[in-house]
C-alpha cells in the first residue's frame, strides 16, 4: 500500500515580527517562537486526508534540523501523522534547499512512498526550490503551488495557482507536490492527540546514515533591515486627496 | 570575449513575450563584463523570439521549437535548459509562477545552487535578495567557479526598452524529454482591464468590501484610472475575486506608479507585496490600521461613500 512522505521544516512562528541582530550578522531566534512552517501544515494536513479516504496507509512526516526540531514533528504526529524522521543536523548549521533535496531523495529511496508532498517555500529563507529540486533529483513529476490535488489509480490531477490563472496539470505518480496558501485549512491539535504522539516513532539518522554530504555553497556575508517608506500624509476629505495625487502628477 | 555568459529564459504565452524577460535583461545588464543570451522554448517561438531580439543589451536569442514545448512545463523545459546551459556561467528566469516552478528543477539538474528573487546585483557573484517575506535583505555570495541559477525579483527591476537587434538562432537541443507530466488546462480570469503585473495604477479591495458584488465600486473606479484591480489575501480567502488578483508575498509582488488600498488593513504579508510602488494611498475606515503607517497619503472613512466621490471627482 502507499506510503506518503510529507517534509516540514522548523521555522520562526509567523506571527512573531523578527528582529535583526545589531552587528547584521543573522536574524535573532533566541527566546522566539518556533513552529511548522505553515505550507508544510497545509501539506501534512492534505496527506492526514488522502490517508483518511484510504489512498494511502501510512503518512511519514520528515524534518531536517536540531535536535528541538522533534518539537516540530511530536506536533506533526499529535495531528496524525504515522511516524517521524528527524535527520538531525548540528545547531546553527545552513542546510541549503539542494541539501535538503539530496537528503529527502535519500528518505524518498528508503521509505519508496507514491506521494512526496511539502510546502511551497518555507517562510523564513523564502526559497521555494525544495520540492522542485527533489522532483528533478528523483526524475519524478513536480506540481507546484496546488491547490487541489485529486487522486485516481496511479495519476493525480492537480490544480495549480498561476500568475494567470489555476492550471490544471495530469502527472504520474510517484510525484511531488508542494502547496499553496488554499488547499486545506491544517486541523488543530487535541490534547488527546498530543499524549497519543508520545508513543509514535521518532526515529533520528544522520546525514551520514542516509549516505548525503551536506554542502554549502551559497555564503550570506550581511543582513539588512529592508529600507523604511517615509511616514505620509493624512488627508481629510476627497478634495484633498485628489488634490494630492494632481500635485504629484498621478491622475 | 565576455567574462560573463548569461542566458535568460524568456517566459510568453499567446505569442507574446512576458515583460518579466525585458526585467530579468536589466537585471542581466547589471553584471559587468556580460553577454546577453535569450532562449525561448515554444512550438513556434518565431515572434516570441523576435521580440526577445529586440531588447536592448540582448546579444543571441536561442529558438528551441519543439511539439513537447507548447506549454511551459517544468519537467520538461528542465532538462533542455540544462543542456543549453553549457557554456553559460548565469542561468535566469523570472520570480514569477513560471521562473519559480521551473528554476530550481534546472539548478538541481545542473547540480548548483539557485538564488530566489535576487533585487541587486553586487557583482557578477554576489546579489542581494529578500528573506522573511522582504523583513530582512540579505547579500549573497555564490563560489567563481560554480554555474549560478537565479529568479529575478521582477518589481526590482524597469523593463529593459526595445531598440536592440540581436541574432536569432534556432537550435535543437537533444535531449529525452519525460511525459510523466501532462499539461491539461488553464481557466484565466479573463479581463479587458490592465495585467495587474505591469500596470502603472493598481487599486485593491481587502475584506472590508464585504462581497464580490462589493468590488464593483473598484472596478468602476479603475476603469475610471486605467488601473488594474487587486487584491488582498483575506478578500481572495473570502472568495470575493479570484487568486490571480492576489497581491502579497504568496500572490503577486507589484511596484506600481499608484497603488490605491481600499478596505485592507495592511498584514504584513500584503505590504511585502506593494513596498515598491511609488507612491501609496490607503483608504480606511480604521485609523489604526497598520496600512497607514506605510502609505503617503492617508485617508480615514467609509470607503463606500469615499471610493465613489474619489471616481465623481476625477472625472
Redesign the interface.
Given at each position: 500500500m502507499a506510503k506518503i512522505l510529507v517534509a516540514i521544516k522548523r521555522v520562526v512562528d509567523y506571527n512573531v515580527r523578527i528582529r535583526l541582530k545589531p552587528d547584521g550578522s543573522g536574524v535573532a531566534t533566541e527566546g522566539v517562537k518556533l513552529s511548522i512552517n505553515p505550507f508544510d501544515e497545509i501539506a501534512l494536513e492534505e496527506a492526514l486526508r488522502m490517508r483518511d479516504r484510504g489512498a494511502a496507509e501510512e503518512v511519514i512526516v520528515a524534518s531536517i534540523g536540531p535536535a528541538e526540531t522533534q518539537q516540530q514533528l511530536r506536533t506533526a504526529l499529535a495531528m496524525g501523522a504515522d511516524r517521524a524522521v528527524l535527520v538531525q543536523a548540528d545547531a546553527g548549521a545552513v542546510v541549503e534547499p539542494l541539501t535538503a533535496a539530496r537528503t529527502l531523495l535519500a528518505l524518498v529511496e528508503r521509505e519508496k512512498p507514491q506521494i512526496v508532498i511539502l510546502g511551497k517555500q518555507a517562510i523564513d529563507d523564502d526559497n521555494n526550490q525544495t520540492g522542485q529540486m527533489l522532483a528533478a533529483l528523483w526524475d519524478r513529476p513536480q506540481a507546484t503551488f496546488a491547490s487541489t490535488i485529486e487522486l485516481k489509480d496511479d495519476k493525480a490531477t492537480v490544480r495549480r495557482e498561476v500568475d494567470t490563472g489555476l492550471e490544471t496539470l495530469e502527472v504520474d505518480l510517484p510525484a511531488v507536490f508542494t502547496t499553496d496558501l488554499r488547499l486545506n485549512e491544517p486541523r488543530y491539535v487535541k490534547l488527546p492527540d498530543i499524549m497519543k504522539a508520545k508513543k509514535k516513532p521518532l526515529e533520528t539518522v544522520t546525514f551520514t546514515d542516509l549516505g548525503v554530504t551536506p554542502k554549502q555553497q551559497v555564503e550570506v556575508s550581511h543582513y539588512e533591515p529592508p529600507p523604511v517608506r517615509q511616514k505620509g500624509v493624512m488627508v481629510k476629505d476627497v478634495a484633498e486627496l485628489v488634490g494630492a495625487l494632481k500635485k504629484r502628477g498621478l491622475v | 570575449m565576455a567574462a560573463n555568459k548569461i542566458l535568460i529564459v524568456a517566459e510568453h504565452?499567446g505569442g507574446a513575450l512576458n515583460p518579466s524577460t525585458a526585467k530579468c535583461v536589466t537585471c542581466a545588464r547589471a553584471i559587468e563584463d556580460g553577454e546577453i543570451t535569450v532562449a525561448v522554448f515554444a512550438t513556434d517561438g518565431s515572434s516570441v523570439a523576435a521580440q526577445a531580439a529586440a531588447l536592448q543589451g540582448v546579444t543571441q536569442v536561442l529558438q528551441i521549437d519543439n511539439a513537447a514545448n507548447g506549454h511551459p512545463?517544468?519537467?520538461v523545459l528542465?532538462p533542455q535548459i540544462a543542456a543549453l546551459a553549457d557554456g553559460f556561467t548565469h542561468v535566469f528566469g523570472p520570480s514569477?509562477?513560471?521562473g519559480?516552478?521551473?528554476?530550481?528543477?534546472?539548478?538541481?539538474?545542473i547540480?548548483?545552487?539557485?538564488?530566489?528573487?535576487i533585487m541587486a546585483v553586487e557583482s557578477a557573484h554576489?546579489f542581494r535578495r529578500?528573506?522573511?517575506?522582504?523583513?530582512?535583505?540579505?547579500?549573497?555570495?555564490?563560489?567563481a567557479d560554480?554555474k549560478i541559477v537565479a529568479t529575478v525579483r521582477t518589481a526590482s527591476f524597469e523593463a529593459v526598452a526595445d531598440g536592440g537587434a540581436a541574432s536569432v538562432e534556432k537550435r535543437d537541443v537533444q535531449v529525452d524529454l519525460?511525459t510523466?507530466?501532462?499539461?491539461?488546462?488553464?481557466?484565466?480570469?479573463s479581463s479587458d482591464r490592465p495585467d495587474l503585473?505591469t500596470a502603472r495604477?493598481v487599486v485593491s479591495g481587502g475584506r472590508a468590501l464585504g462581497s464580490a458584488d462589493g468590488f464593483r465600486i473598484l472596478y468602476s473606479l479603475a476603469e475610471k484610472?486605467g488601473a488594474a484591480v487587486g487584491a488582498s489575501?483575506a478578500a481572495?480567502?473570502a472568495g470575493y475575486v479570484?487568486?490571480?488578483m492576489q497581491v502579497g508575498?504568496?500572490g503577486?509582488i507589484i511596484s506600481p506608479?499608484?497603488y490605491i488600498a481600499v478596505g485592507i488593513s495592511g498584514a504584513?504579508q500584503h505590504l511585502t507585496g506593494i513596498?515598491d510602488a511609488r507612491?501609496?494611498?490607503a483608504i480606511n475606515k480604521d485609523a489604526e490600521a497598520p496600512i497607514?503607517?506605510?502609505?503617503?497619503?492617508?485617508?480615514?472613512g467609509d470607503l463606500f461613500a469615499?471610493v465613489p466621490?474619489?471616481e465623481k471627482?476625477?472625472a
Open positions: - | 504565452a512545463l517544468a519537467a528542465a514569477t509562477t513560471f519559480k516552478d521551473l528554476m530550481p528543477r534546472v539548478a538541481a539538474l547540480d548548483t545552487p539557485q538564488l530566489s528573487d554576489c529578500p528573506i522573511y517575506a522582504g523583513n530582512a535583505i540579505i547579500t549573497v555570495k555564490v563560489p560554480l519525460p510523466h507530466t501532462r499539461f491539461v488546462e488553464i481557466s484565466a480570469a503585473q495604477t484610472l489575501r481572495v480567502d479570484p487568486n490571480d508575498q504568496t503577486k506608479e499608484l504584513i513596498k507612491t501609496i494611498v497607514f503607517e506605510v502609505a503617503d497619503i492617508g485617508l480615514v469615499l466621490e474619489l471627482q476625477l
